[in-house]
């Protein structure tokens, strides 16, 4: 089992900043990919960015130069550095944890989500 608990969010004005973090615990040792989604109201939830233990960094394209990705893996976190903030950001932010065993499955675990507003 593995928790995620996500911080950071709130309200921001356009062109602002934000930085989130996700902290992740429990069986840990089983994260490969970490990465962070979010779904605004009335729409699907999407990929914001992913994070593989070891390889390239993936952004959607509609925050690819403006959201950075990163990992510390001595304290299971994963962050979301948020720059040029834009109304059509607003969402809620989920932390999503992919555990791999090896030649048996794979399972994904979510954070309760955090909230991101973006005033115009």
């Known amino acids: 089992q593995v928790q995620l608990v996500e911080s950071g969010g709130g309200l921001v004005q356009t062109g602002g900043s934000l930085r989130l973090s996700c902290a992740a615990s429990g069986d840990t040792i089983c994260i490969s990919a970490m990465g962070w989604y979010r779904q605004a109201p009335g729409k699907e939830r999407e990929l914001v960015a992913t994070i593989p233990s070891g390889g390239s960094t993936y952004y959607a394209d509609s925050v690819t130069g403006r959201f950075t990705i990163s990992r510390d893996n001595a304290k299971n976190t994963v962050y979301l550095q948020m720059n040029s903030l834009k109304p059509e950001d607003t969402a809620v932010y989920y932390c999503?944890?992919?555990?791999?065993?090896?030649?048996?499955?794979?399972?994904?675990?979510w954070g309760q989500g955090t909230q991101v507003t973006v005033s115009s």
């Open positions: 999503n944890a992919e555990c791999t065993i090896p030649d048996l499955y794979e399972r994904d675990y």
